[in-house]
């Protein structure tokens, strides 16, 4: 019951930033937790941050750097993201799973946007 759309994905430099964003079209957008994924060019998709309406998780690789937020009334999930790297260089996946539980299994979760791709140099 929900349709996702990433946005913000771009070009930076190393050390620079970038907020991704998820627009949902639920109607129940408040009743999902939603997570963020990246995945690199032969790579398996990773976990990179979780939020319910309350708790937040970080994979330890952005732990201090990424910033995930939500805001129920415009159904809509970010990623703050500072002091990015050549490493962080991925597409980033926008996901959802019905119920305030935090996930970091990808397996666990029900809707996936189509994903914006993010790209540091050094």
């Known amino acids: 019951q929900v349709q996702l759309v990433e946005s913000g994905g771009g070009l930076v430099q190393a050390g620079g930033s970038l907020r991704l964003s998820c627009a949902a079209s639920?109607?129940?957008?408040?009743?999902?937790?939603m997570g963020w994924f990246r995945q690199a060019p032969g790579k398996e998709r990773e976990f990179v941050a979780a939020?319910?309406?309350?708790?937040?998780y970080y994979a330890d690789s952005v732990k201090g750097r990424f910033t995930i937020s939500r805001d129920n009334a415009k159904n809509t999930v970010w990623l703050q993201m500072h002091s990015l790297s050549p490493e962080d260089t991925a597409v980033y996946f926008c996901?959802?799973?019905?119920?305030?539980?935090?996930?970091?299994?990808?397996?666990?979760?029900?809707?996936w946007g189509q994903g914006t791709q993010v790209t540091v140099s050094s």
């Open positions: 996901a959802a799973v019905y119920g305030m539980v935090v996930v970091t299994t990808a397996e666990t979760y029900n809707y």
């Open positions: 939020i319910t309406w309350s708790t937040t």
């Open positions: 639920g109607r129940t957008f408040s009743k999902y937790a």
